[in-house]
Structures are given as structure tokens and as C-alpha cells.
């Protein structure tokens, strides 16, 4: 997040908890371990301003690591870009509801496992999952996002549909590409043959 060329692999805090930050999420950044480690206990914005001092007088910085001056002088923008989505209610709301049960992570490894298994889960959507529309109301406090969650919904009734493996995901894949749910895509089909009644639908069985 800070220098914008390493993967983010920790957490920081914007405000260090020794100098009064709070152990919270909306203290946190993503950040990679070079930036956490160079970082050492000043705030984002304070580090960013002895960066750029360190390039104005590196005599007086001596041997001081420092990110290249366009990328320090980014670092506001990026913490406050940062901020403002991991703050926005929907997106919280989103990963409140799909991962507050999970287990704490205890250390770098389940850390970087339960990431990658998110980053993973909302690939799959061909957009956020917190953008799709949701009932208004609902008698339990849990997601009802349609594209993700969408057989809540008192309008929706779920049946089966067989694919092989390779038609699943031809099926993903046309919907990725069109911007919607793979059931949406399915729903669209149906309904236009309801509609329609073009094919005979027991053509391949007879």
C-alpha cells in the first residue's frame, strides 16, 4: 500500500500503539514487510515526511532507506484512498457477515491463508459483492447480497442444474464476462425460454 510495489503481506497500524494508536481496524493498513519494517514505530504521514526530508538533505539523513520521492509523496492520498474503503459500511458489513465466525488468525501464516482464500472467493465475482442489491429487510442479522446470497431473497426458489465440469465453468465464464452471477446468467436463459418457447426442451432426450 505504501510503496506500491510489493505485495501487502502485514498489518500495520497508521498510528503506532506505542505512541497512542488503537489496536482497531480503522487504524490498520496493508502493508509489505519491507515498508512495516522501515516504518519502525512512526505514523504514515511522519514517515512520509522524513522520506521526503531525507531526499532534500540526505547529508543530514545519513544512510536513512527511502521509497523514490513520487512514490513518498503519494503516501497521503494512498492512506486516505486506503481509509475510505476499508471504512465504507457496505464492504464491512460484507466481510462482518461472511467472516466474523472465522478464527482469529494467530501468526503470519493463517494471516496470509485466510487472504488468499478471500482474494480468492471475490475473483469469482465478476464485481463486489457488497454492490449487488440486498433486502431491506430481514428477520436476521446476515448477508442477503443477491449475486452472493441471493436464495434469502422470498422471490427466489432454488433448483437443481446439471453441468459437467466443463460447462460450469464455460457458464462462469460467460457470466464473468457479461458482469453478473453465474445463476443470474442461468435465470436469463429460462426465463427467455418461458418466455419464448422456441426448443423443444426434450429434443436430446428423446
Not at 431473497?153 to 464476462?177: C, G, M, Q, T
Request: with cysteine; hydrophobic share 35%.
Amino acid at each position: 500500500m505504501f510503496c506500491e510495489m510489493a505485495v501487502s503481506q502485514t498489518i500495520d497500524h497508521q498510528e503506532p500503539v506505542a505512541s497512542g494508536g488503537a489496536d482497531i481496524w480503522w487504524n490498520y493498513l496493508p502493508a509489505c514487510t519491507s515498508c512495516n519494517l522501515r516504518k519502525n514505530g512512526k505514523s504514515a504521514i511522519h514517515w512520509a515526511v522524513d522520506m521526503q526530508m531525507a531526499h532534500m538533505q540526505p547529508t543530514a539523513y545519513g544512510k536513512m532507506k527511502r521509497l523514490p520521492l513520487s512514490v513518498c509523496a503519494g503516501i497521503k492520498d494512498r492512506v486516505s484512498a486506503t481509509h475510505a474503503e476499508i471504512r465504507e459500511f457496505a464492504r464491512r458489513e460484507w466481510f462482518r457477515h461472511h467472516y466474523a465466525d472465522k478464527p482469529r488468525p494467530r501468526n503470519k501464516g493463517e494471516v496470509l491463508s485466510l487472504v488468499a482464500g478471500c482474494q480468492k472467493k471475490l475473483a469469482a465475482y465478476p464485481y463486489p459483492p457488497w454492490e449487488s442489491p440486498e433486502l431491506t429487510e430481514y428477520p436476521r442479522d446476515v448477508c442477503t447480497r443477491k449475486i452472493c446470497c441471493g436464495q434469502k431473497h422470498p422471490d427466489w426458489n432454488l433448483i437443481d442444474v446439471y453441468l459437467s465440469e466443463k460447462e460450469r465453468a464455460e457458464l462462469e465464464e460467460h457470466a464473468f464476462r457479461l458482469g453478473i452471477h453465474r445463476g443470474d446468467l442461468v435465470t436469463t436463459i429460462l426465463r427467455q425460454f418461458l418466455r419464448d418457447k422456441l426448443i423443444d426442451p426434450l429434443h436430446d432426450l428423446h
